[in-house]
Each structure stands twice: as structure tokens, then as C-alpha cells.
């Protein structure tokens, strides 16, 4: 199958300004020419982009895409594989709306990064932590990222995903392994102390040498670690202990944005989030801490832009697939560059989250991961949002959604047909 979307203006994913009148030439999954021709041959169909905007596929490099212990609390009535559904549903529309990758901080389990691998269920190419590691007595008395710790200690345990507590060198170690035995392709840690009335706030509930432990274990087995830490202490420990990105990072003061320019640290701000629980969370004291979040958010991210931090794009927000398009706005909103906002989603997402010689740019030999959009993005980045401008998602050289799919070639159904024996 080889077809070419011909005369569009291609942003690469590099952060350059458009390239107008560029043709991108697809055979099978990859991108096989990017030039200013416009003849291929009798062999290649043509499709006529001009005047659209040719990029790659979205990157969301922090999104959770199973909730369980929202969902399983709030909709005790539903059955978990009923949730798991939704899960699949959303890993649809999320690929529909143009996220062609992601990552998975927590909460899904590594079959359905290798389900939508093997082509059974419709999804961006997923990388999955399974589970956010943190100090017993942490963060845990939040419903949520640690499940809800009941007075009775009750909360949610799911099979494939590890517990998520660990204290001690030795069991922070022994945590880490067990999540790459379970499939991890990195390792995410949660830093931080939820707001208590008991506890002092300003402290990092792991010692040095527990988060030493940590890095030090997933480093030797080749993966990454994201850890969440917002306020001074514990942010300087985890990038101490060699961390590779700080997610979220509500409070990074100047010092931490320091230590992260000069490791290059990268920091994958999530702004949607925040947003969302300063003007939407319907609980009145959610909606007030969520002010001081998103305002530290924004100021962290400006402090990052000037260091020169190296900024990857990340949503945080659980089955919302217009979060990139709005993490992209509010970042040109406070500063950032249209070239810079869709680099950190795309090619530099994929540096970040080294899939750089598979996805996030438009190069010959890449995988064909792009959209085709009826606007210039640079020109107006709130173009994303309009999902009937959207005209193309392709991932993979195959068609997912939009209205240029009935001018491509017709393509085999992507989902094998399996049947399995029954009795
Ligand atoms: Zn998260």
C-alpha cells in the first residue's frame, strides 16, 4: 500500500515554521519521502493536502488511562471489567482525537499496552508504569493514586499491578523489580506529601538513599524514572538520585529549576490538570487548593522555559481526549513559542520518551503516525481542539479517523479475526 498526501505545509516536529507545498510518501506503516515533489508514479496514489497542515501524531507523555480507584469507588455498582471497557473506549477516542502515543503513569496494566501492540483493540502506542510507587504515609490518604486508604486500611488491589507502597532500601529495590516483572517500561514514584493537617509538608517522605535505590535499579535494567514531586525537599532528593523527569511539579522553586537545567532533567508540566481543579472540581476546598496548583504550575513552567529545561507534553487528565489540545493552549498562553508547544508533543515528546527512531517527527523511515488538519496550527493552536478539522489520523500508515479517509486507497481491517476454540 503506498499512497503520498501531496502540497501540504508540514511541520516536522522539530519546532521549525512550516514547510508549504511538501509531499509525504507512505508505503505500508512508514513514512517512506518527505520533498516538494508531486509525481510518485502509477503506483501511488495521490491525495491532495493543499493548504492543510501535515504534522505528527500527538504524544501524551503523562496520561492514566485506567482510573480504577475512581471508578470502582464512585460506581461501586459497576463490574471491573465494565470499567476496563471504558478504559478501551478511551484509548479509542483518545487515538481518534489525534494522540497517536502515550503514557501510562499508573493504573493500567501492561496487557493493554500489548493489546493494541497485537492490533486486538484500537489505542496510541502505549508505554505503562502500571503503578505510581510511594512511601507508606505519603500521599496515600488521597482516594485515588494509592487507592483509598479506609480507617478499616481497605482499598483497591487490581492482579498485574503491583501494590504501590514501598519503605527501605532494600523493599524500594525489591518494588522496582517487581514492576518490570509485571512489564513495566518505566518506573513512576510519587514524591510528596498530600496537605496535612499532622505532618509537616515541606519534607520528602523517601530517605536519599531509599530514591537512590530506586533509580539506581531501573537504571541498570535500562528504563526511566518519572517521578511526581512538587515542593523544594523532595524534588531535590529525587533529582539527586538521578531521576529522569519531574511530572507536574506544582511549587519547583528556582533552585530545583536550576538543578534540572544543569542535569537537563526533563519536566513534563500538566497544566490541564491543574486547570481543571481550579475552575471545574465541584468540591469548594479541592477548587481552592487547585488555584494555588495551577498558578504554581504556570510559574514553574516559565521558570523552566527561561533555564532553558527541556519541556515535554503531558496531560494528566484521565480519559479526556481534548487534554492535549488544552495543555498546548495554555502553554503559548503563558509564553511558550506555537513551535516549541507542538515540539513538546511531538518530536521532542518522543526524545523524551526515547521512541524518537519509531514516532514524533515527519521523516522518512519513521512510522506514518500523522494528521492532516484543516488549519495551521502555529498560526492558531486552538485549532486542535476542533475536532471536525481534524481531517486525517493515521497511525501506523493505517487510517483511524476523519474525513479523508474515503480519498485513500481502501486498506485491510486493522483487527485480526481470532477464533478460539470453544467447548
Ligand atoms: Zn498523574
Redesign the pocket.
Known amino acids: 500500500m503506498r499512497f503520498a498526501l501531496v502540497g501540504g505545509n508540514v511541520f516536522d516536529g522539530t519546532g521549525s515554521p512550516l514547510r508549504p507545498g511538501t509531499s509525504v510518501v507512505v508505503e505500508d506503516s512508514k513514512i517512506v519521502g518527505v520533498s516538494s515533489d508531486r509525481d510518485f508514479g502509477s503506483d501511488t496514489a495521490l491525495v491532495d493536502v493543499t493548504g492543510r497542515t501535515v504534522m505528527p501524531g500527538l504524544i501524551d507523555c503523562?496520561q492514566?488511562f485506567g482510573p480504577w480507584f475512581q471508578m470502582l469507588i464512585t460506581e461501586q455498582s459497576r463490574s471491573l471489567m465494565y470499567h476496563a471497557c471504558r478504559s478501551i473506549d478511551s484509548l479509542r477516542s483518545i487515538l481518534e482525537s489525534g494522540t497517536t502515543s502515550a503514557r501510562d503513569?499508573g493504573g493500567l496494566e501492561a496487557g493493554f499496552r500489548d493489546a493494541i501492540n497485537d492490533g486486538l483493540i484500537a489505542g496510541p502506542r502505549l508505554k505503562v508504569a502500571l503503578t505510581v510507587l510511594q512511601a507508606t504515609n505519603s500521599f496515600e490518604m488521597l482516594p485515588g493514586l494509592g487507592g483509598l486508604i479506609s480507617p478499616q486500611e481497605m482499598y483497591t488491589k487490581l492482579p498485574a499491578v503491583p501494590a504501590n507502597w514501598c519503605d527501605g532500601v532494600d523493599g524500594c529495590r525489591a518494588k522496582v523489580r517487581e514492576c518490570l516483572r509485571w512489564g513495566a517500561d518505566f518506573i513512576k514514584i510519587l514524591n510528596d506529601q498530600f496537605p496535612s493537617k499532622r505532618l509537616k509538608l515541606d519534607r520528602s517522605p523517601w530517605t536519599q538513599e531509599e530514591v537512590d535505590a530506586m533509580c539506581d535499579e531501573a537504571h541498570r535494567s535500562g528504563v526511566m524514572v518519572s517521578a511526581?514531586a512538587y515542593r523544594h525537599e523532595a524534588v531535590m532528593t529525587v533529582l539527586r538520585a538521578g531521576v529522569d523527569s519531574i511530572?507536574e511539579g506544582c511549587f519547583l522553586d528556582e533552585e530545583c529549576i536550576q538543578e534540572m537545567a544543569k542535569r537537563q532533567v526533563w519536566y513534563v508540566p500538566c497544566i490541564s490538570c491543574t486547570v481543571w481543579h481550579a475552575e471545574s472540581n465541584p468540591d469548594p476546598e479541592g477548587a481552592k487548593y487547585g488555584i494555588q496548583l495551577r498558578d504554581g504550575n504556570i510559574r514553574a513552567l516559565q521558570l523552566a522555559m527561561e533555564a532553558g529545561v527541556p519541556i515535554a507534553c503531558g496531560t494528566?487528565s484521565p480519559m479526556w481526549s481534548g487534554a492535549v489540545a488544552r495543555e498546548l493552549e495554555t502553554m503559548v498562553k503563558v509564553g511558550m513559542s506555537p513551535g516549541d508547544a507542538l515540539a513538546s508533543a511531538t518530536g521532542r515528546a518522543a526524545d523524551f520518551i526515547r521512541t524518537a527512531d519509531e514516532v514524533g517527527r515527519i521523516k522518512a523511515g519513521l512510522e506514518a503516525d500523522l494528521l492532516v488538519i484543516n488549519g495551521d496550527p502555529l498560526a492558531e493552536i486552538t485549532v486542535l481542539h476542533d475536532i471536525d478539522r481534524l481531517e486525517l489520523v493515521m497511525q501506523g500508515g493505517k487510517p483511524v479517523s476523519g474525513s479523508l479517509i474515503p480519498s485513500l486507497p481502501k486498506f485491510p481491517n486493522r483487527l485480526p479475526r481470532v477464533l478460539i476454540g470453544g467447548h
Do not use: A
Open positions: 503523562h492514566h503513569l511526581h511530572e494528566d
